[in-house]
């Protein structure tokens, strides 16, 4: 399958609540919500097929010391195809000149983003 890959045009927030609602960590995010978000991003890669949005992935940056990747999702039909590493990819052709790259993930999840170099944290991640 042939997708279009795109880090210069944004989604609309209708467009990545059905995204969103496939997850437990962002199911509950609002089409409002999703607009601001989007209003902030910069980095950012969105993934169709066809015209359908089927993969998305933003980070947060300074541009030069530090970079957070989030929100990196793929529809459910999609899964399993290699559309999440392309937007991993992406994402760190963007951020090559940052000095550190964090991202927070689940458990399971922690075997898809080893082969990036991504490992455990040694410092205590805290939040609100």
């Known amino acids: 399958m042939k997708y279009s890959i795109t880090t210069e045009k944004l989604p609309q927030a209708f467009e990545l609540l059905p995204l ?18 989007l209003n902030k991003t910069e980095t950012y890669v969105v993934i169709r097929d066809n015209d359908q949005l089927i993969g998305f992935g933003r980070a947060l940056t300074d541009g030069i010391y530090r970079a957070l990747l989030d929100d990196i999702i793929v529809h459910e039909k999609y899964r399993k195809q290699g ?25 399971e999840l922690e075997s898809f983003y080893k082969p990036y170099g991504f490992s455990k944290s040694k410092g205590l991640t805290m939040s609100l």
Request: net charge positive; charged share 25%.
């Open 20 to 37: 969103f609602s496939q997850t437990t960590w962002a199911k509950d995010r609002s089409a409002e919500g999703i607009a601001l978000l």
């Open 83 to 107: 559309i999440g590493k392309l937007i991993v990819n992406k994402l760190l052709d963007q951020l090559k000149d940052v000095e550190q790259i964090f991202l927070t993930t689940k458990p």
